[in-house]
């Protein structure tokens, strides 16, 4: 079946506008990973859900970030007044399960965030 | 803990040698790990996974070993091909507890 799917793979924004990033994860997979990789670094953790909810957003750097997954499925990661310092590559993965189970997760390419 | 910026560790092996990653971790309640490969322009790529009640784990021309002692994982690759060419991370995750933390990542290249 289909992998982890991001839209768009690039996103050019000016500092203060408000982006959105989508992803669609494997099919029966029931928790979904958030995570931001900077140039030369490893991917660094924002949040993690299992099924609807966030069962964990510690990494969430402060409230401009915010992420939903209303039904389970698809998620998207809502940025607020951009600033040039979020620029990355925004990751997400998903799991066939979350707490208890193997975590093995699956990535995606990724969304390209350039704030000019 | 490992030092962060821009320049990644690079190793430089020779297509068909063998070829060793190291990554040292700092978190002495993990219990599970993973490696993983990225290449340019694209997500991480599972490899292979340990758990702790291991210290050797084999796939297909890859070992991972795991030294709690000392709180250290290496990657083993065997026949290292051109296509072996990427970056590649540890990972550790207490298992229950669903995130993931990277290291830093060495840059692997490999010359036919």
């Known amino acids: 079946g289909a992998g982890v799917s991001q839209t768009p793979s690039n996103k050019v924004t000016e500092k203060g506008k408000y982006v959105e990033l989508r992803c669609d994860p494997i099919s029966g997979h029931t928790a979904l990973y958030w995570y931001r990789q900077s140039l030369g670094q490893g991917p660094e953790f924002l949040i993690y859900?299992?099924?609807?909810?966030?069962?964990?957003d510690s990494g969430l750097p402060n409230d401009r970030f915010f992420a939903v997954r209303p039904e389970g499925s698809v998620s998207t990661l809502k940025i607020q007044r951009t600033e040039r310092g979020d620029s990355a590559v925004y990751l997400c993965a998903s799991s066939l399960g979350g707490v208890g189970s193997k975590n093995i997760q699956y990535f995606g390419a990724g969304t390209r965030l350039s704030v000019l | 803990g490992e030092s962060v910026g821009l320049h990644l560790p690079t190793l430089s092996v020779q297509e068909g040698d063998n070829s060793i990653i190291n990554c040292a971790y700092s978190n002495s309640a993990s219990d599970y790990f993973i490696w993983y490969k990225q290449e340019s322009g694209k997500g991480p790529q599972f490899i292979i996974d340990i758990r702790s009640n291991m210290d050797k784990r084999q796939g297909q021309r890859v070992t991972v070993l795991l030294n709690k002692t000392v709180k250290h994982l290496s990657l083993q690759i065997a026949a290292t091909q051109p296509g072996d060419s990427a970056v590649y991370f540890c990972a550790e995750s207490v298992f229950n507890a669903g995130k993931l933390i990277f290291g830093q990542g060495t840059e692997l290249s490999v010359k036919p």
């Open positions: 859900f299992q099924g609807t909810g966030a069962a964990d």
